[in-house]
T-cell receptor, first 112, second 111 residues
Framework: GDSVTQMEGPVTLSEEAFLTINCTYTATGYPSLFWYVQYPGEGLQLLLKATKADDKGSNKGFEATYRKETTSFHLEKGSVQVSDSAVYFCALVNTGFQKLVFGTGTRLLVSP | DTGVSQDPRHKITKRGQNVTFRCDPISEHNRLYWYRQTLGQGPEFLTYFQNEAQLEKSRLLSDRFSAERPKGSFSTLEIQRTEQGDSAMYLC?????????FGQGTRLTVV
């Protein structure tokens, strides 16, 4: 079945450092890919998405490019802030948008 | 519209009791999902509805779990005879054809 694999955390960075969180997927067909962010005690917020190969999703300085050849959707940000500290989830949904399949999440800790 | 709303936000119950959670989706969304999230894990799919029809149920959803969506509007998730292993965050989401939006979740603690 469909699955998502994320790098284990926590990822610990200093403010203004460059961020990469790796995500790879296994899916039949042509999935859409997503990054969600979860702050402590809260639900999930959609951060960005890409619906086809070579699409780049971007939001709030975060970017991710849908790479079909490497089945990857790595999350990047050029300069992280303390307020970016959260858990980040990579997810996919296959044709027909029937259900999201999530990775296990990567915790990001940014120190001043 | 303020997004997906879940009630209650927190529930503490004794083992063996029944609990019911409610989810109000974004009004124009006809798809509604329930997920369960345990500490340090990603959300796991439980079930989803298209309007009032329950189209898929995960094997995670034992016989003690039941979900309904009468009239295709709000949904309820009931857990009967709760067990300590049911302690988790229960997330509801509703979607368009391209994006899913999540509620704040209901945190269940079974003592």
């Amino acid at each position: 079945g469909d699955s998502v694999t994320q790098m284990e955390g926590p990822v610990t960075l200093s403010e203004e450092a460059f961020l990469t969180i790796n995500c790879t997927y296994t899916a039949t067909g042509y999935p859409s890919l997503f990054w969600y962010v979860q702050y402590p005690g809260e639900g999930l917020q959609l951060l960005l998405k890409a619906t086809k190969a070579d699409d780049k999703g971007s939001n709030k300085g975060f970017e991710a490019t849908y790479r079909k050849e490497t089945t990857s959707f790595h999350l990047e940000k050029g300069s992280v802030q303390v307020s970016d500290s959260a858990v980040y989830f990579c997810a996919l949904v296959n044709t027909g948008f029937q259900k999201l399949v999530f990775g296990t999440g990567t915790r990001l800790l940014v120190s001043p | 519209d303020t997004g997906v709303s879940q009630d209650p936000r927190h529930k503490i119950t004794k083992r063996g009791q029944n609990v019911t959670f409610r989810c109000d989706p974004i009004s124009e969304h006809n798809r509604l999902y329930w997920y369960r999230q345990t500490l340090g894990q990603g959300p796991e799919f439980l079930t989803y509805f298209q309007n009032e029809a329950q189209l898929e149920k995960s094997r995670l959803l034992s016989d003690r779990f039941s979900a309904e969506r009468p009239k295709g509007s709000f949904s309820t998730l009931e857990i009967q005879r709760t067990e300590q292993g049911d302690s988790a965050m229960y997330l509801c989401a509703s979607s368009t054809n391209t994006e899913a939006f999540f509620g704040q979740g209901t945190r269940l603690t079974v003592v």
